[in-house]
């Protein structure tokens, strides 16, 4: 996980185009939710891969689980 060092990393979770996910010091007591849906803008801090592999967004956002099923996977700017 090199591209996503712990210091630089302010979510809990990052989901490998949705097939594995891996916390990362969720024990830390630093660990606050920082992130927002990219949706709805509800408090969320999960990231998930953008389906389109040629997303021409980040590829990476955030989303709680209501946008994530609305919009299939794919992120807001290719949903
Ligand atoms: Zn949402
Ligand atoms: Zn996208």
Do not use: W
């Not at 996910?21 to 949706?39: L, Q």
């Not at 389109?52 to 994530?68: A, K, V, Y």
Request: with cysteine; hydrophobic share 25%; glycine share 6%.
């Amino acid at each position: 996980m090199e591209k996503y060092p712990n210091e630089n990393f302010l979510g809990k979770l990052y989901v490998f185009d949705g097939r594995v996910t891996i916390g990362f010091n969720t024990e830390d007591k630093k660990h606050k939710i920082v992130g927002k849906c990219s949706v709805c803008q509800k408090s969320a801090d999960t990231y998930y891969d953008c389906k389109n592999l040629h997303c021409t967004n980040e590829r990476h956002f955030i989303s709680c689980n209501n946008c994530l099923k609305k919009n299939k996977g794919f992120c807001l700017v290719c949903s």
